[in-house]
């Protein structure tokens, strides 16, 4: 089932700093249930490792990363599989943000 594209701005220390309503229900949260949660708290152990190891490297030298696959985890259990394309977002694209430093992902979600 095809979930459509969501997306997610976390903060330099990957805290979860703006999300779409859409995606926090989809995982089976509020909107204020994600804001200030780790990113990786809505990861499987697995993709947690690899948006460490490489994911979260690449956006810090290249400012960006076209595609990779992470496995998010619902309230419920469920595991949905996500293709994430990523971006650091420069100070004057952050709108108000009060990050020293950005990442906004968008996300395509399937289960």
Same mark, same amino acid.
């Given at each position: 089932?095809?979930? =459509?594209?969501?997306?997610?701005?976390?903060?330099?220390?990957? /805290?979860?700093?703006? %999300? /779409?309503?859409? #995606?926090?229900?989809? #995982? !089976?949260?509020?909107?204020? !249930? #994600?804001?200030?949660?780790?990113?990786?708290?809505?990861?499987t152990k697995a993709a947690s490792v690899l948006f460490h190891l490489?994911?979260?490297?690449?956006?810090?030298? /290249? =400012?960006? %990363?076209?595609?990779? $696959?992470?496995a998010l985890r619902t309230t419920e259990g469920r595991v949905l599989?996500?293709? %994430?394309? @990523? @971006?650091?977002?420069?100070?004057?694209?952050?709108?108000?943000?009060?990050?020293?430093? @950005?990442? $906004?992902?968008? #996300? /395509?979600?399937?289960?």
């Amino acid at each position: 089932m095809t979930q =459509g594209q969501q997306r997610l701005t976390l903060s330099e220390e990957c /805290d979860i700093i703006e %999300v /779409d309503e859409a #995606l926090a229900g989809t #995982l !089976g949260y509020t909107y204020q !249930g #994600l804001i200030g949660c780790q990113f990786e708290s809505i990861l499987t152990k697995a993709a947690s490792v690899l948006f460490h190891l490489s994911m979260l490297p690449r956006l810090r030298i /290249d =400012g960006k %990363v076209e595609r990779m $696959h992470l496995a998010l985890r619902t309230t419920e259990g469920r595991v949905l599989q996500a293709r %994430v394309q @990523a @971006a650091r977002l420069h100070a004057a694209e952050q709108r108000g943000l009060a990050a020293r430093s @950005a990442y $906004h992902l968008a #996300l /395509d979600l399937s289960e």
